[in-house]
Each structure stands twice: as C-alpha cells, then as structure tokens.
C-alpha cells in the first residue's frame, strides 16, 4: 500500500508562485506514473499533469501548460509541482496521485488511471 501526503499549498496573489510536494510512503513509487489532479469548489476534480516513472516524459492538461513544472525525485519517494504565473482560476485541492499501470496503457487524464491518492492541500490564490 502507498500513501501520498501533499504539501506546501497556501495563499498566493495572483501572478505568484507556489511549489508543491508529494511525499510517498509505504513502498517505493519509482516505477508508477504520479501526478495532480486538482478540484474547485462546486466543480468536478480534474486531471492538471502527470509525469511517468522515469521522469522523462509528461504531459499537462492545457490550462496549465507553460506555467505549471513537474518534476520527480526518486530517491526521495518525491514529486514536485511548481506552479507559476497563478491565476485566480487555479484556486482549487490539489491531489497527489500514483498509478501501478504504465501511461501508455491509460487513459491518464482520467480518475480511474490512479490507484492511490493524496487527502489534498489547498491552493488559493486571490485577485
């Protein structure tokens, strides 16, 4: 079994930053894809990126690409979000998530590609 436990989320004005970590546990997570999902009050989580297990590939949903980074250490058991140029639009939860499968066997925009996930941390930014 995996845990994740996110961290490093807060309050940011508009046109700040914020780095995220995920910090796993449990078992080592070098060989599953993890990433972020995030959810806004009153609306559906959404898939925000994911990088796969060598750290050599990801892919980012549209609404954060160019200003969002991720990146992974595995000796650490670690990922990391950095989140640039935040909008009020990004003010969400933002979940950790890992997969058991490889990406190019999901659907890795979707829930269901995710095994375990994150209780969340709280990204706010205001205007």
């Known amino acids: 079994q995996v845990q994740l436990v996110e961290s490093g989320g807060g309050l940011v004005q508009t046109g700040g930053s914020l780095r995220l970590s995920c910090a796993a546990s449990?078992?080592?997570?070098?060989?599953?894809?993890m990433g972020w999902f995030r959810q806004a009050p009153g609306k559906e989580r959404e898939f925000v990126v994911v990088?796969?297990?060598?750290?050599?590939?990801?892919y980012y949903a549209d609404s954060v690409k160019g200003r969002f980074i991720i990146a992974r250490d595995n000796g650490k058991n670690t990922v990391y979000l950095q989140m640039n140029s935040l909008q009020p639009e990004d003010t969400a939860v933002y979940f950790c998530?890992?997969?058991?499968?490889?990406?190019?066997?999901?659907?890795?925009?979707?829930?269901?590609?995710?095994?375990?996930w994150g209780q969340g941390t709280q990204v706010t930014v205001s205007s």
């Open positions: 998530v890992a997969g058991k499968t490889h990406l190019t066997l999901v659907r890795y925009g979707s829930r269901s590609a995710y095994d375990y």
């Open positions: 449990g078992r080592t997570v070098s060989t599953y894809p």
């Open positions: 990088i796969s297990a060598s750290g050599g590939n990801a």
